[in-house]
């Protein structure tokens, strides 16, 4: 199974005359999203609208990484159920140590040879470098599912959603400075604080593993849940639109309550949908679109001043082109992808 595959899973449907099919629905929403993470960390329609700006990279494309999370967890399930955590700590672990490696030219210039600098070193490897943070909180998110695995669902669940919850406060606390001029406030800035394996990842990754281990989304059609993830978009919206005109907001948002609502119901809708197909390419390119944006961001930016919303879409297909070539060095060195 490739690195891929066990990060963003989709299995083979059953029966002998699909042997060599996929559910690729879920391969092409990963894609989606994986475009959403790159127009979000661009700043896509910011120099349109400030507003339009706000309400997709501040809003609707916060709904990438949870929904990420969410699909990971679902086929965590089956991992542990052949016994496979070790390989899947393997695989995920050494893909983040590839990646780590890579972005290392980026940061380690900036740090000191102080103990602080040595303490921001560990700190940056242990929550990851900008984007990589969700392989690190997905490690921490498997760890945790794999300690409570033996506990009753139902009670884990209710768990990792006050986890969520908490996360949404202690950022809501940072960002209107609740705790005024108080080193409380200074904690509640610091966005690893609750953009993490526990306040955010974890919750995710256990709705999936959730849904998978109770089969929930078998109980709802694609419109239903086509419904609810609209009414979920529309909560969102709102709440972005709180954050951009309340004046006290001070600071971008990844923990919206929204979030809650519209990713379980996206990723039942979208798995449902149940497109068949060949090959895992799809779910190839997302992952490596993912990986590698940062490094185009960075190659271009210096070089390019053509506003946000036109650098989105350049660095968006540079992307594409290299995921092209990563592709197919992964099928030689599969700890790329």
Not at 79 to 96: D, E, K, M, P, T
Request: with cysteine; glycine share 8%; net charge positive.
């Amino acid at each position: 199974m490739s690195i891929s595959a066990q990060i963003n899973p989709t299995p083979a449907v059953s029966g002998s005359s699909k042997l060599h099919e996929r559910n690729v629905s879920l391969d092409f929403l990963k894609l989606a999203l994986a475009c959403m993470v790159v127009s979000l960390h661009v700043g896509i329609f910011y120099d349109v609208s400030p507003v339009l700006g706000f309400l997709t990279g501040e809003g609707i494309f916060r709904i990438a990484v949870p929904i990420f999370l969410i699909i990971n967890g679902y086929y965590f399930f089956p991992v542990l159920q052949r016994n496979g955590a070790r390989g899947w700590f393997s695989r995920i672990g050494g893909l983040y140590l590839f990646w780590s490696a890579v972005y290392l030219f980026f940061w380690v210039p900036e740090i000191d040879p102080t103990v602080s600098g040595l303490i921001k070193a560990v700190r940056i490897l242990a929550v990851g470098y900008y984007h990589l943070w969700y392989v690190a909180g997905m490690i921490g998110a498997g760890l945790l599912v794999l300690a409570f695995r033996r506990l009753p669902g139902y009670l884990v669940l209710a768990a990792a959603l006050l986890l969520y919850v908490a996360g949404v406060g202690i950022q809501y606390a940072g960002n209107y400075h609740v705790f005024t001029n108080t080193q409380l406030d200074r904690f509640a800035n610091i966005t690893w604080i609750h953009r993490n394996f526990l306040f955010l990842s974890f919750p995710f990754f256990y709705i999936g593993y959730f849904i998978s281990e109770t089969q929930l989304h078998r109980k709802f059609t694609v419109l239903q849940m086509m419904c609810v993830s609209a009414a979920g978009l529309g909560l969102l919206v709102l709440e972005a639109y709180f954050n951009f005109g309340n004046y006290r907001n001070d600071g971008s948002v990844d923990n919206y309550m929204a979030l809650l609502l519209v990713c379980p119901a996206i990723f039942i809708g979208i798995f449902n949908m149940k497109i068949h197909g060949s090959g895992g390419h799809v779910a190839l390119y997302s992952s490596a679109i993912y990986f590698v944006h940062i490094l185009v961001l960075y190659a271009l930016r210096p070089f390019l001043d053509i506003g946000s919303t036109l650098m989105a879409i350049v660095v968006l297909l540079v992307s594409i082109i290299v995921a092209s070539a990563l592709v197919r060095l992964s099928r030689k060195f599969r700890f790329i992808l």
